[in-house]
């Protein structure tokens, strides 16, 4: 019987570059779609959905995002806040629209509020803004598939 | 003149170390994966609500009234009625038609793009119910998938009491 003794079996090596490339693909794709507006979007917030809710075309000149919860809070980026405590957050805001030289009527409030919270809140919500002199307001839902 | 190691290097294979790289990569996708979250699109109903001017004065003859809707709410915040105009309505698909029928899908004078809804709604009414009723009276969505807008301008009446 022979065997093949002393003969050189050379290493195995696979071909990285197919796991290389599809790898790269994958972090491209992620790095893409990732989205860092944590503060627009709350979790705790349920948009209600409607047919007609499309993304707008344009962008608000000056955005300001107020989410209500079902409890009646309001939520300015990740800080929670009540209806009174808004008022000098949203005086700030105002201020700092005129000194970026902008109008601060110009200002459109995005209302995101949840479907269960209370429509007056709602509309008090609006009143406090109004107080504070914004006049444009837009209501916010979730787009429903048809 | 002789140069130090000249002649010495052989024409060796340089291999790269993938290791630290593929780490790196993996670790990347990772974190990618992780924090990512698949959101879904959302979209704006524009609300005219300017301050009280008072020195506005009368509307003009041209300026139509605004189509009155009232939303009533029964316990835990559930719609109980749905009203135009002091009319009782069975659905929002009802007021809808109702809608249609009064401002039209036509654009100009007189049409739509005129046409101005004020809801009033219980203090307690859940803001889903809100939401249906302002998708009812802004438009509906064509069999060919067209978006028909009818009425743009919204409203509110001042809140009522708790």
New interface residues.
Partial sequence: MRYGRGRQIPDAEGD?TPM?DM??Q??AF??I???FSEGD?NQLIR??????????DTAPAYPITLQMTSKGTVFYGVEEYTLDGIVPILQVEKQLVERRGGDYRDTTI?I?????????????L??TC?SV?F?????????ES? | MKFRGSGTRTGGKIELM?TPM?DV??Q??TF??M???I?????????K???AAPSAGVPSDSQLPPIKVR?T?AAG?RLSGIYMSERRLGSFEELRQQVRLLVGDQAGPGGAGDAEVEFD????????????A??AV????ASD?R?IRLVEKIK?A???K?
């Fill in positions: 990285m290389i790898t790269f994958l972090i992620f790095m779609l990732i989205n979007q948009l209600p959905a409607s047919e007609l809710a499309k993304p707008p995005i995101r509020a949840d479907r269960y919270a209370k429509t007056g809140r709602v509309q008090e609006i009143r109004q002199g006049e444009k307001f837009t209501l916010r839902a979730k787009q048809t | 993938m593929i990569v993996f990347l996708l990618f994966i924090t990512f979250k959101v879904s699109p959302e979209g704006d109903f524009f609300i609500m300017p301050l939303l709410a915040g709604c219980d203090y307690d009414l859940n803001y889903e119910n809100v939401m249906k302002i998708t802004s438009g509906y969505v998938g978006i509110f001042p809140p009522r708790e």
